[in-house]
């Protein structure tokens, strides 16, 4: 049995993070200090004696008694929503936050792994992305907040491997989805559900040309745990690599949703990236990992997720 620290537990990775720990029959310590995320994601894990919650923000020095096998540093604000409301909190979790788990890594000699992100590519000019793309980002555009924060932690990640002889793995998070995002986040399932669930219109930034390509949170939470447990320190892009536009996207949220609303044009944010899709060759080949989870099945299991929301929180303005 590992003592495994997770931060960022109880937002939507963090806390599919913990469940998958526990299952495996570890100590979770679970950290977040709730300024995107949501207690209760990981309400369920309350009464379990082999887990622990802190709520405690990693931008302060962060301390936790007895040992620790891994830690996983998943805390920051993940939507261009969120980021651009809190930037300097967003850059600080990146830098500072990053360097306070790295110090405690070191301190419990504890294997270490960051989320990283594929906005390190920005908007890229290589299509597919491979791990070898050092990236287009706009280091001054609002969305540089959280793309060189990520830009930044992979940096101080390999410098204490290099220096520090630290066990580090840096895992390239792509377009991820599922049950217990927030459905007011912003990003766009979670936007786009919602909307058909209210009844409004769909709110397609620009053209709705560009495109991602988006994974299914359990075979991400598969992918990030099989890197963690293999011996490879350089990034890994994590994602599906079926590339779809956003107009589609919005064509089959209403296909599942059985709504017939239209489709509406709001201007493209700054800096929103053309093109997204993993290269996910060296997960395949140093992970033998690959995601199963088609987007009909996890389209269908996220809808049935969010169908069950209660109206006050459907209703709920964030922004
Ligand atoms: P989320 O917003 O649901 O979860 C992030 C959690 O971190 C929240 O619970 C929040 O309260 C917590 N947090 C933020 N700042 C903190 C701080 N200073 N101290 C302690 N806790 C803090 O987002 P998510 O989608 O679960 O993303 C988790 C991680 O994965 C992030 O690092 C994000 O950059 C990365 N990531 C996610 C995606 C995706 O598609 N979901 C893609 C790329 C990278
Ligand atoms: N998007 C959209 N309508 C929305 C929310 C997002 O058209 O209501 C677009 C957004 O401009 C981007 C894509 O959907 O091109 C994915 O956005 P998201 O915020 O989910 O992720 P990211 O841009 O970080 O990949």
């Given at each position: 049995m590992a003592r495994v620290l997770i931060t960022g537990a109880a937002g939507f990775l963090g806390s599919h993070l913990c469940d998958r720990f526990i299952n495996e029959g570890n100590e979770v310590i679970g950290m977040d200090n709730l300024i995107t995320g949501d207690l209760k994601n990981i309400?369920?894990?309350?009464?379990?004696?082999?887990f622990e919650f802190y709520n405690h923000d990693v931008t302060k020095f962060v301390h936790v008694p007895g040992p620790l096998d891994y830690i996983l540093h998943f805390a920051s604000p993940a939507s261009p929503i969120d980021y651009l409301k809190i930037p300097i909190q967003t850059l600080k979790v990146g830098a500072m936050g990053t360097h306070n788990l790295l110090g405690l890594a070191k301190e419990k000699k504890a294997r270490i792994l960051i989320a990283s992100t594929s906005?390190?590519?920005?908007?890229?000019?290589?299509?597919?992305?491979?791990?070898?793309y050092f990236g287009n980002v706009?280091?001054?555009?609002?969305?540089g907040v959280y793309d060189e924060a990520k830009r930044f932690m992979e940096s101080i990640t390999m410098a204490y491997h290099r220096f520090h002889a630290l066990e580090t793995r840096i895992v390239r998070i792509f377009n991820t989805y599922g049950p217990r995002m927030r459905l007011n986040d912003g990003r766009v399932i979670p936007a786009f559900i919602g909307q058909a669930l209210r009844g409004e219109d769909l709110t397609i930034f620009g053209e709705g040309t560009q495109t991602r390509s988006f994974c299914y949170v359990d075979d991400q939470i598969d992918g990030i745990y099989k890197l963690l447990m293999s011996d490879y320190v350089y990034p890994v892009n994590i994602g599906n690599p079926k590339e779809i536009t956003i107009n589609q996207l919005a064509h089959e949220i209403l296909e599942l949703t059985g709504s017939d609303q239209r489709v509406i044009n709001k201007p493209l944010p700054a800096d929103d990236p053309l093109q997204r899709k993993p290269d996910i060759s060296k997960a395949a080949e140093i992970l033998d990992w690959y995601p199963l989870v088609s987007r009909e099945e996890g389209f269908a299991k996220t809808f049935e997720y969010f169908k069950n929301i209660p109206n006050e929180e459907l209703f709920k303005r964030e922004h």
């Open positions: 309400e369920h894990l309350f009464e379990l004696p082999n906005e390190v590519y920005g908007d890229p000019l290589v299509h597919p992305q491979t791990e070898e706009n280091t001054l555009g609002p969305r």
